[in-house]
């Protein structure tokens, strides 16, 4: 299957929110490749990343950033592909500032945002899966057993007061 998910982080410093969603695609055995690049501090860099990654195998694009994080729409403008934006938590704003940033695209560049912060880097890769599952039976297998056994495990809490 080869590396068919991107992951591109605004900074290092995303990385322990970032980490989630390797967890999830290392789980799923999903190959992916991942590089730090910023709207911002690299920006011709970021574009000629976006357009030569396809070439090497890339369907999906994450992209996570904090702040004024215009990253995931960078990405979106660049491609045809699918892009999934993770909202990096801040310490100013708690990362309102960057889920209004990474969610409020303009008509005709879409960018799949999701949660702030950790749980947003675990479903990021969650809805990735989601899509290649659409093609692969093995993946759409591995999503229903993952989504059964979270069910099963809610199920089987015990409350003792
Ligand atoms: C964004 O600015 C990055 O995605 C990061 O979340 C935030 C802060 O970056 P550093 O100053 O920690 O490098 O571009």
Redesign the pocket.
Known sequence: MGKVISII??????LETVSETINVLREFKVGFEIKVL????TPKELARYVEEAPKRGTKIFIA????A?A?AGVVAAHTPLPVIGIP?E?KSLKGLD?LLSTVQMPGGIPVAAMAIGKAGAKNAALFALAILGIFDKRIAGKLGAYKKSMRAKVLSTKIKL
Not at 38 to 41: G, I, N
Not at 64 to 67: I, K, N, T
């Open positions: 982080m605004g900074s290092r410093s995303d910023s709207a911002h501090r996570a950033a904090g702040g994080a990253l990096i801040t960057s």
